[in-house]
């Protein structure tokens, strides 16, 4: 089975500071990773996944996350935030060989403060 | 459609009463999947199906709840006899098929139970 850990269940930054927002995770077998943003009313979208291939993956909007295999870690970063930013994000992880479904963390609220 | 479409978006019930909640995918997409989301919580797992069937449904809580997918496309989950404990966001999201990782999330459905 398979577990996630968000570190952090709050994160306060000013705008254009960096953040890290910290994911590990616990499984057995070899496992695919993502991470998702659910902004304010809205639903959960899909920021960036890591499923095979070079270990540092990127999104569109400037976030990026690095998969750490000995720390089991999928921390996500930014170096500089914006306010639009705000919301909150989860870690999830996915074993590679099955039906797809998905394991949670528990989520980190990213409040950007101006 | 455009996006995953559940309906109805808020849903509020009596303890003891029967709700069926409905999953609209995008058209195509063959893998469907529903989870639960608790107040401050990460999304959990519930089932999937792959076409009409259902292919895991190891995360339903327990025999009050049940899904169907008679056709391949509308999916429609049905909790029987609702507890005050079954209140969360019911969430609902889809994919091509279970090997394309980072399925689209619907808004969901929140249920109160009072």
């Known amino acids: 089975a398979q577990s996630v850990t968000q570190l952090d269940s709050q994160v306060p930054v000013f705008e254009e500071a960096p953040v890290e927002l910290r994911c590990n995770y616990s499984?057995?077998?070899?496992?695919?990773l993502f991470w998702y943003v659910q902004y304010p009313n809205q639903g959960l979208q899909l920021l960036l996944k890591y499923l095979s291939g070079s270990t540092l993956v990127e999104s569109i909007n400037g976030f990026e996350a690095e998969f750490n295999k000995s720390q089991t870690s999928f921390h996500l970063r930014k170096p500089s935030v914006h306010i639009s930013d705000t919301a909150e994000y989860f870690c999830a992880v996915s074993e590679r060989s099955n039906t797809g479904k998905l394991i949670f963390g528990q989520g980190t609220t990213l409040q950007v403060k101006p | 459609g455009a996006g995953v479409s559940q309906t109805p978006s808020n849903k509020v019930t009596e303890k003891g009463k029967y709700v069926e909640l409905r999953c609209d995918p995008i058209s195509g997409h063959t893998a469907l999947y529903w989870y639960r989301q608790s107040l401050g919580q990460g999304p959990e797992f519930l089932i999937y199906f792959q076409g009409t069937g259902a292919a895991d449904d190891s995360g339903l809580p327990n025999d009050r709840f049940f899904a169907v997918r008679p056709e391949g496309s509308v999916s429609t989950l049905k909790i029987q006899r609702t507890e005050r404990g079954d209140s969360a966001v019911y969430l609902c999201?889809?994919?091509?098929?279970?090997?394309?990782?980072?399925?689209?999330f619907g808004s969901g459905t929140r249920l109160t139970v009072v």
């Open positions: 999201a889809s994919s091509p098929n279970r090997h394309n990782y980072g399925y689209t």
């Open positions: 499984s057995s077998v070899s496992v695919y």
